[in-house]
């Protein structure tokens, strides 16, 4: 796991923009792993002005998205399927064909997720997972206790999680209770992931993430030190806390 750390917000962004752009540009056909939150909003910016200045262009990539809320239609504001539109797909070229997010409204959810596995599969696997950090430790929606080789599953959001993510939500009490998530072991499969973290509210979770140097079920983020190929972008903020 190496460490990039940056000042702030934009300089996070900035370096997290530096590696896709890179990575994409070499390979025009990169299978990209997305993520969402307010952590990843400054990246899509970035990528979308390179797409508008004609520096880049997303018509051979592919995307997945690491999760998507049970119960809500790709249509409603604040599913993860109208925030990728919202920030990046409605934006640049990837053609339709070429996202991919788990359908939180499948009648039937289990098979939607094995879907989900073999559609990752069938496209090559995952070349850059980008990934942000829930204050518990989180990544995608794997609570603490998911196990290493968990794939596409349904999960229950912790009341933490359900909190964290409410400020999305006109009331608390409209966040839903489940989702879909890829697991830690789809995430672990991806070639090379990024890890971006800003802000003083994610660093506990930084703190402990440093303070392991193997998987510990209590922190999902700490799977990652299983992975060979890991950046952790992060701002003073998010690493007030940790001892180097
Ligand atoms: C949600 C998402 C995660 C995301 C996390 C952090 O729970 N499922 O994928 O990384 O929140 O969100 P934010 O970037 O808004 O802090």
């Not at 299978?31 to 990528?47: C, D, I």
């Not at 797409?51 to 604040?78: C, I, M, W």
């Not at 990934?131 to 959001?157: A, C, K, M, Q, Y």
Request: hydrophobic share 40%; with cysteine; net charge negative.
């Amino acid at each position: 796991m190496r460490l990039i750390r940056v000042k702030d917000y934009a300089a996070m962004s900035d370096e997290a923009f530096a590696i896709v752009y890179e990575r994409m540009s070499t390979n025009p056909r990169l299978t990209l792993g997305l993520a969402t939150g307010s952590t990843p909003v400054g990246l899509y910016e970035r990528l979308v002005s390179a797409y508008r200045t004609g520096k880049l262009s997303f018509r051979e990539a592919r995307s997945f998205n690491l999760d998507e809320y049970v119960g809500l239609a790709p249509d409603h504001p604040q599913s993860y399927a109208y925030f990728m539109r919202e920030h990046l797909f409605d934006h640049v070229d990837l053609p339709a064909g070429r996202w991919d997010i788990p359908s939180g409204i499948a009648p039937d959810l289990a098979e939607e997720c094995a879907r989900y596995e073999a559609a990752i599969e069938a496209a090559g696997g995952i070349d850059l997972q980008v990934l942000g950090i829930g204050p518990n430790g989180h990544i995608g929606f794997n609570e603490p206790g998911t196990s290493l080789d968990s794939r596409t599953h349904v999960v229950e959001l912790t009341e933490s999680t359900r909190r964290a993510n409410a400020r999305f939500f006109d009331r608390p009490e409209e966040v839903p209770t489940h989702a879909i998530t890829m697991g830690l072991g789809t995430i672990l499969r991806a070639r090379e992931i990024i890890l971006l973290a800003s802000g003083e509210s994610k660093a506990e979770a930084m703190a402990r993430l440093f303070s392991l140097n193997d998987f510990d079920p209590e922190l999902p983020a700490s799977s990652l030190h299983r992975h060979p190929e890991v950046w952790v972008i992060a701002d003073e903020a998010a690493l007030s806390r940790v001892r180097v």
